[in-house]
């Protein structure tokens, strides 16, 4: 094995190599570059060893040939290793495929941080069949996996896409705070802290603070974390998850319904357009159909009936009568079933929050909305708003709160009310929906929910 002692060493007199990203890389064919990244997959046959290296923005196929395919260095080369790599990218064979259609002839290397081999092996931390609860103690290391990379990457394309449409519609971006001292969708699921001696919560929702943008900046939006002390161990929801909230002004119900389709429409289509995003999901969810306006709309009403027609029961197993919260379970069921993504309006009063107002031809329900997708669910809730300072009174006594602390929520209708309405989606609900996932905790960098809180 006397090939063992071949010392890796650049050859000086090849061309100066240019520093890439993996994904810049692709477009670099016959140039000699330096690219450095982490080992994601490593396999050799006969004197060749591939390595798939991984930099976060692709995956890039190496190849090792000769001495450098048999230095120890190379026998040694373990996945997870991180290393910089030289040579000239070519296109791949005829009839061969790689990522970006191109490989790396690699000339020399440098190993930067030999990961471990034996016991300790990425590949003994980590694996497909590894149990759920060890993937998420070892999220640090999960989250190399492809899927889950994936998943992080239309997230991102996501936010950035939603961001473009606020934009396009004209609302404003801005930044509530997270520590707050009321309550907005029930006291239950509230996360209390001690704030300096005095009882504070981690927001729920951002929303009582962005209708008062409205008067300063006009129509508004945050992508906010949300807290629920959610109790129920279900697969959407976590405690800590991102919200995006907007709220606008001068408005109809029939309007702001209007406004959630296209902002949901649109912001799909920019991720289905965008070039690394657009692919990931197309293969995570190859049956993805794009939503189109108009969303199917069903009052709440209409629901009752078509659960009872449907022998869908209630929580208690019951037949679904007006007033039932239509729970999780009977929810997916209903949207399942339907098979499009629905608007559902006009929930009861008693079900709802204090801040929704009775709709004009039916008392008995508000001008709310859910907005429903097959195999998730609810991806968004939002409502008009009571615009008059005594309906609002009502409201609070209704859901028996104490107006106190709301004084500067309240003044929103002395100082120059308007009509106005808003909502907040779930982000890892909707990339739930759009990539195909079983549950949130699989589209959350590091989800929390009851009993989770490392790493
Ligand atoms: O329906 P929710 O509770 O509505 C509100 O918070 C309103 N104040 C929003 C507003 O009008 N500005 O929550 C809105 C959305 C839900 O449709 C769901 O997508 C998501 O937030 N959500 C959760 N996502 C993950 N985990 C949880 N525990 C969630 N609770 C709500």
């Known amino acids: 094995m006397a090939a063992l002692n071949i010392k890796i060493e650049e050859d000086k007199s090849l061309p100066e190599a240019k520093k890439y990203k993996i994904l810049k890389a692709y477009g670099a064919v016959g140039e000699r570059v330096k690219v450095s990244g982490w080992v994601h997959r490593l396999r050799s046959n006969k004197k060749v060893v591939f390595i798939v290296l991984r ?29 910089t790599l030289y040579g000239t990218i070519i296109n791949v064979p005829e009839g061969k495929t790689a990522p970006g259609n191109v490989e790396l002839n690699v000339d020399y290397y440098e190993v930067v941080g030999l990961a471990p081999a034996g016991d300790e092996a990425f590949s003994n931390k980590i694996a497909e069949d590894t149990d759920p609860s060890i993937l998420l103690d070892q999220r640090h290391l999960a989250l190399r996996g492809e899927t889950l990379s994936s998943v992080m990457k239309v997230r991102a394309a996501f936010l950035r896409a939603i961001r473009r449409v606020y934009e396009e519609e004209g609302l404003l971006e801005v930044t509530p705070p997270c520590m707050v001292q009321t309550q907005v969708e029930g006291g239950s699921t509230l996360f209390k802290l001690d704030y300096y001696g005095e009882e504070a919560y981690l927001t729920q929702s951002s929303q009582l603070y962005l209708e008062t943008c409205l008067p300063s900046l006009g129509d508004v939006f945050c992508i906010q974390e949300s807290f629920r002390a959610e109790k129920s161990h279900t697969r959407r929801h976590l405690s800590e998850y991102t919200h995006i909230e907007a709220e606008l002004a001068f408005l109809t119900f029939e309007e702001l319904l209007d406004h959630i389709e296209t902002v949901i429409v649109n912001s799909v ?102 907005v429903l997708m097959p195999t998730v669910g609810e991806i968004t809730g939002g409502s008009m708003r009571i615009n008059s300072t005594d309906e609002l009174m009502a409201g609070f006594e209704r859901e028996g709160i104490d107006p106190k602390p709301y004084y500067w929520f309240i003044d929103q209708r002395k100082y120059g009310t308007s009509p106005h309405g808003g909502y907040g989606l779930g982000t890892e609900r909707i990339l739930a929906w759009l990539c195909n996932r079983f549950t949130v905790r699989d589209c959350s960098l590091y989800p929390r929910f009851s009993g989770r809180c490392k790493p």
């Not at 027609?309 to 079933?337: L, P, Q, W």
């Open 269 to 370: 289509k920019y991720v289905l357009e965008d070039p690394v995003a657009g692919p990931i999901v197309k293969q995570l969810n190859p049956d993805f159909v794009a939503p189109a306006k108009p969303f199917m709309r069903l009052e709440y009403k209409d629901a009752i009936t078509w659960l009872q027609e449907h022998d869908i029961k209630n929580e208690d197993g019951e037949d679904f009568k007006f007033g039932d919260d239509i729970a999780e379970a009977a929810e997916r069921k209903m949207t399942d079933t339907i098979g499009v993504p629905i608007l559902l309006t006009k929930f009861p009063v008693e079900i709802k929050s204090f801040y929704m107002p009775r709709c004009k031809d039916d008392n008995r329900v508000t001008e709310s909305v859910d």
């Open 55 to 83: 930099d976060g923005t692709g995956y890039l196929q190496c190849v090792l040939t000769g001495d450098l395919a048999l230095a120890k260095q190379t026998l040694d080369l373990t996945l997870e290793s991180t290393v």
